[in-house]
């Protein structure tokens, strides 16, 4: 597997979410090296974008997410989840992608459709936030071989207060893939 360089996040959020789908969010600890294929994921475009976290400017929380890019961005929701996002664009953009599920591949145990739940199961929490995710134990790397697949677009979920920004298409999934939270 190769760990995808600064150059793959420090692009179009759109597109660099659009290409995460299928690749392989790595994270190791305790001697323990869990593995998903990211199969889910929602883009959040800076600070304009109502939905995205950066749109009430920076702050303690949202810092991480105004770069540099190839970065981890992880909070805490609802005080019980964490969800994971991965910074992309330049410096002080503050635009991220969440990542929404991922499909175990190795020593991922319990259920992986959704933010939350991917995390509980990758082992995620607010300890990696800011982390460099091209380092040796939390990364995301392109797998060997790539099955083909359909990419579908809906509206991301969960953002209504967004108004006009609740109903772009920003959410992207492998079509047909069981793991995805909603199809």
Not at 68 to 91: F, K
Not at 126 to 148: K, Q, T, W, Y
Request: positive net charge.
């Amino acid at each position: 597997m190769r760990k995808l360089a600064r150059s793959f996040y420090d692009r179009d959020t759109i597109v660099v979410a659009r290409e995460l789908l299928g690749k392989l969010l790595v994270h190791q600890s305790c001697g323990v090296k869990r593995v998903g294929k990211i199969v889910e994921v929602e883009a959040y475009l800076g600070p304009h974008d109502l939905a995205a976290h950066s749109a009430k400017g920076r702050t303690e929380r949202t810092k991480t997410m105004f770069g540099p890019p190839g970065h981890a961005y992880v909070y805490l929701i609802y005080g019980m989840h964490h969800c994971m996002n991965v910074v992309t664009e330049r410096e002080g953009h503050a635009s991220a992608v969440l990542l929404r599920a991922i499909e175990p591949v190795e020593n991922v145990e319990g259920r992986t459709q959704g933010p939350g739940l991917l995390c509980r199961a990758m082992e995620i929490d607010r300890r990696l936030n800011e982390h460099d995710l091209l380092s040796d134990d939390f990364f995301i790397g392109a797998p060997e071989e790539v099955e083909p697949f359909l990419t579908v677009k809906r509206p991301r979920i969960g953002v209504d207060y967004a108004k006009h920004w609740a109903k772009r298409h920003l959410r992207f999934y492998i079509k047909g893939n069981p793991f995805v939270s909603r199809q």
